[in-house]
């Protein structure tokens, strides 16, 4: 009897002695430094670029034709505000007759979206309460906004978050996606990113995806509006050690490619090239949707 009881008493030093103290560690952990890349999407994809082919460089000529970049949104002038918005005007974005406008009061805690066509006046579409809510865009489906949601707080509040999101996903990610196809307020998650570029049809919209803190590495990626995936295309370094990114997306006239042009410090995590112009790399990129595949401008140019 006593070593049947003496057998049941070895879990429990295991617990203490192990399982305890590394969930200790775990939550100590957590509650300094964040939660890194979990639950952001990022992902680290190998580089497999191809030659241009013919067809391709029609699309080379496009982009060197226009070499602007072209913004997804913009911010507003007072001559392109309406009358009867609450507060400025911060972010505008027009699709076929259709115009959003975000607001802000106070401070970005209280901004407000509202939405227009050629027929009517602005109506307001309710935000969820609590949402850093950011460049909100027309799509093929309703309307898409990034939702900033940083795990720089308190280090009481990223440990309440941390174990929330083992029960609610969307609390992951420091930026992700809300969708509204009925333009009612009837926001859902849609899944982790940021910087997003919808094309001109509506119908596609390329997102970049990184870790808590945004640590200057991405993984691009192309997701078709409606679904639930967004596979990525290329993962490249920040170049530089400011905020900005050092590179730019831009999607064709037709939507069928996506350029990416800039300077990277490489394609992998570790990539420590790129602190300075000598030691980056050119990055002349060029996506099409028919073949999903990866072009570098630079082999022909």
């Given amino acids: 009897m006593g070593e049947s009881k003496s057998n049941r008493k070895w879990p429990l030093a295991i617990l203490a002695a192990v399982v305890f103290p590394a969930l200790v560690l775990h939550g100590t952990c957590v509650s300094v430094l964040g939660p890194g890349t979990w639950g952001s999407g990022l992902v680290e994809t190998a580089p497999d670029f191809k ?103 308190s280090p009481a509040s990223k440990l309440r978050r941390y174990v929330a999101s083992w029960f609610d996903p969307s609390l992951r990610p420091e930026a992700s996606l809300y969708g509204d196809s009925s333009d009612t307020g009837d926001w859902r998650f849609l899944m982790p990113g940021h910087s997003l570029a919808v094309s001109p049809d509506g119908r596609r919209a390329a997102l970049l995806r990184s870790g808590a803190l945004l640590a200057g590495y991405y993984s691009v990626h192309v997701w078709q509006i409606g679904s639930s995936d967004a596979p990525a295309i290329v993962s490249l370094r920040e170049h530089g050690s400011n905020a900005t990114k050092s590179f730019q997306l831009r999607w064709s006239a037709d939507s069928s490619a ?44």
Avoid at 112 to 141: I, K, M
Wanted: proline share 5%.
């Fill in 51 to 153: 030659a241009p082919t013919p067809a391709v460089e029609t699309y080379r000529q496009e982009f060197q034709a226009d070499p602007r970049i072209a913004e997804t949104g913009a911010e507003a002038t007072v001559s392109q505000t309406p009358a009867g918005l609450t507060g400025s005007v911060v972010w505008t974005h027009a699709w076929e007759d259709r115009v959003l406008y975000l607001t802000e009061g106070a401070g970005t805690s209280s901004r407000r979206l509202y939405v227009s066509d050629t027929n009517s006046a602005p109506r307001e579409v309710a935000l969820p309460s609590g949402h850093l809510v950011a460049h909100p865009q027309w799509t093929a489906d309703g309307i898409v906004y990034v939702r900033w949601n940083p795990w720089a707080v």
């Fill in 258 to 301: 996506l350029h990416l042009q800039g300077r990277t410090g490489g394609f992998d995590r570790r990539s420590s090239r790129g602190s300075t112009e000598s030691d980056s790399i050119s990055a002349n990129l060029l996506y099409m949707i028919n073949d999903a595949t990866v072009y570098d401008l630079n082999l022909g140019s």
